[in-house]
Every structure is written in C-alpha cells, then in structure tokens.
C-alpha cells in the first residue's frame, strides 16, 4: 500500500500568515492522481486541488499545491479564518486509493 | 447542480450485512467518464476508500475489504447500493459517497453529506 505521510500534524497560525503543508508517499505517485481535501468538523471532504496542483472549481487562489514523485506540497498564501480545518492528501494512482492522516490548520 | 445522498440503517448488528445507498441528482452515471464511489471515516480518524462503479460497469475495490463488499448502479434510479458483510465494530464510520470524473482524474470532487453507522450488539 502506498502510505501517505502527512507533516506537520498541527500548524498554529495567525489569519494573514502563510501555510506550507507536506504529504510524502512512500512510493512514487503521478502527479495526475495526487489530491488534497478540506475538511471541517461535521462536514465531507471538499476538494481543493487535484492532478496535484490543479485547483478544483470555486477553490480560492490563495491555495496552491506542487511536487511529484514522493514529495508534494499544499501552500495557502495568506490564512483566512476560514481556512482553519484539517488537510488530507490522497492518490488514487494505486489500489488501495489511500489518504493522508491530516494536517490541522488551528487559529 | 450535483447532489449526493447517503441512506442506510445507523445501527447494525455484528456478523449482519450493511446495506448502503447513494441516491444522487445532477449527472447520469451512464455517462462516459463518470464514477461513484464509498469511502469510510472512523471517528477523529483517516478517510479510507472502499469501492467504486464506472459509468461502463468497471468496479474498483479496496484489496483489504474486497470479499465482503458489493457496489452496484440502478441507473435509471439514480442509485448506487453498497453491501458490506460480516460487519464487525471497527466498521464504526461515517460513510461517503462521492462523485469521481474524468476530468478530475477520478479523485472525488463532490460527496454526500455522509451517514453515521455504528456497528454494536
């Protein structure tokens, strides 16, 4: 299975500061079946960038994602409050599709 | 616009057959290059796949649940059925279904709003 390691598990910042969420496979994944999910409590996943750095319909500019291989990268450039959630990074390149265990974005 | 709705029983039995359904609206899964699929999270846990059904009848599953899970498509209902067997408590989740497209590479871009299960005697 390809395990997707998520770093850091929690990232405390100020609405205006920048954030740089990583997610790292343990085995190489095309970037076209790399995404990344927000979710906040009591709410689906909302996608926010697939094909690893194509961002999804409605999704603000403020988020923007890189990397290939095993390394990728979700950067939002200025937090907005609502912005706060937990990021998960998933591939569905390789059976079993696999997600990430989260990154949490806290105020 | 697309909808996803999640229907099933909140409280199942061990050892009983889970039966889930996704009823959804705004596209046809007749379509070429159109999927739906389920994906599970256990409380304050990771989401997990589970299986999906493509437009052409093509079915993916999750390897380490393969024998005891079944996606079907009614088409002209608008409805995808799920059947996990032999559920035991840490099939405890909340479960998604969730729209996939070609254009998407498949990754789930619109889901349901997700329906507690909870497996207990």
């Known amino acids: 299975d390809i395990v997707l390691t998520q770093s850091p598990g929690t990232l405390s910042l100020s609405p205006g500061e920048g954030a740089t969420l990583s997610c790292r496979a343990s085995q190489s994944v095309t970037n076209t079946y790399i995404s990344w999910f927000q979710q906040k409590p009591g709410q689906p996943p909302r996608l926010l960038i697939y094909g690893a750095s194509s961002r999804a319909p409605g999704i603000p500019s403020r988020f923007s994602a890189s990397g290939s291989g095993t390394d990728f990268t979700l950067t939002v450039s200025s937090v907005e409050p609502e912005d706060f959630a937990v990021y998960f990074c998933h591939q569905n390149g390789r059976l079993p599709w696999t997600y990430g265990q989260g990154t949490r974005l806290d105020i | 616009q697309i909808t996803l709705k999640e229907s099933g029983p909140s409280l199942v039995k061990p050892t009983q057959t889970l039966t889930l359904t996704c009823t959804f609206s705004?596209?046809?899964?007749?379509?070429?290059?159109?999927?739906v699929g389920w994906i599970r999270q256990p409380p304050g846990k990771a989401l997990e796949f589970l299986a999906m059904i493509y437009w052409d009848d093509d079915k993916r599953y999750s390897p380490a649940l393969k024998t005891r899970l079944a996606i079907t498509k009614d088409t002209p209902k608008n409805q995808v059925v799920l059947t996990m067997a032999n559920v035991d408590p840490v099939d405890t989740s909340t479960y998604y279904c969730a729209l996939g497209s070609s254009p998407f590479h498949y990754t789930f871009h619109i889901w349901g709003q997700g329906t507690v299960v909870t497996v207990s005697s």
């Open positions: 705004g596209f046809s899964l007749d379509s070429e290059g159109v999927a």
